[in-house]
T-cell receptor, first 113, second 114 residues
Framework: GAVVSQHPSRVICKSGTSVKIECRSL??????MFWYRQFPKQSLMLMAT?????????EQGVEKDKFLINHASLTLSTLTVTSAHPEDSSFYIC?????????FGSGTRLTVV | GENVEQHPSTLSVQEGDSAVIKCTYS??????FPWYKQELGKRPQLIID?????GEKKDQRIAVTLNKTAKHFSLHITETQPEDSAVYFC?????????????FGKGTTLSVSS
């Protein structure tokens, strides 16, 4: 089946630094990638939708200058958390539509200290 | 935009009992309704889904029903087992200018005691 590989699985960074998260579709072309954030014991909240070769569409309340999304190819999308702060600590997970269903990456646990 | 409400937030049942989780959605254009099981720190796992042209779908102990008129859908798990304990999320599709994303409910923590 369709597989999305997400890296890193865990990252700890200092406040003020930037962190890049990568999602790769391994056996299919992900024209569209969705990025979610999940705080502990909460739901997955859609952050943005990215299409290959174009600017991402951000959900209301998500700062596009803070969460930079790049979707330069049909198999790679990246999310960069810029100038990270402790309140950005969360579980970030990507999802791509493959055929008639959605495939999720394994998630990235970001801790900002 | 799409809003998905999910109830209950927690559900405790005895092994062998049935469990029902209900969701409502607001966007009548939504046409895809998956259910996911998520274990702590892991990715959501699709357990069953239903499309708007179908009213009910069953897969062994799991079934989903959809009422398009009322905009609600439900997950039914029969003969629950301890390994069914997890957080379950419903979702509904939402089309925007960039694509069709999934909007999730707040989740139900199911606990099955033996």
């Amino acid at each position: 089946g369709a597989v999305v590989s997400q890296h890193p699985s865990r990252v700890i960074c200092k406040s003020g630094t930037s962190v890049k998260i990568e999602c790769r579709s391994l056996d299919f072309q992900a024209t569209t990638m969705f990025w979610y954030r999940q705080f502990p014991k909460q739901s997955l909240m859609l952050m943005a939708t990215s299409n290959e070769g174009s600017k991402a569409t951000y959900e209301q309340g998500v700062e596009k200058d803070k969460f930079l999304i790049n979707h330069a190819s049909l198999t790679l999308s990246t999310l960069t958390v810029t100038s990270a702060h402790p309140e950005d600590s969360s579980f970030y997970i990507c999802s791509a539509r493959a055929s008639m269903s959605y495939t999720f990456g394994s998630g990235t646990r970001l801790t900002v200290v | 935009g799409e809003n998905v409400e999910q109830h209950p937030s927690t559900l405790s049942v005895q092994e062998g009992d049935s469990a029902v989780i209900k969701c409502t959605y607001s966007d009548s254009a939504s046409n895809y309704f998956p259910w996911y099981k998520q274990e702590l720190g892991k990715r959501p796992q699709l357990i069953i889904d239903i499309r708007s042209n179908v009213g009910e779908k069953k897969d062994q102990r799991i079934a989903v029903t959809l009422n398009k008129t009322a905009k609600h859908f439900s997950l039914h798990i029969t003969e629950t087992q301890p390994e069914d304990s997890a957080v379950y999320f419903c979702a509904a599709s939402k089309r925007n200018q960039a694509g069709t994303a999934l909007i999730f409910g707040k989740g139900t923590t199911l606990s099955v005691s033996s």
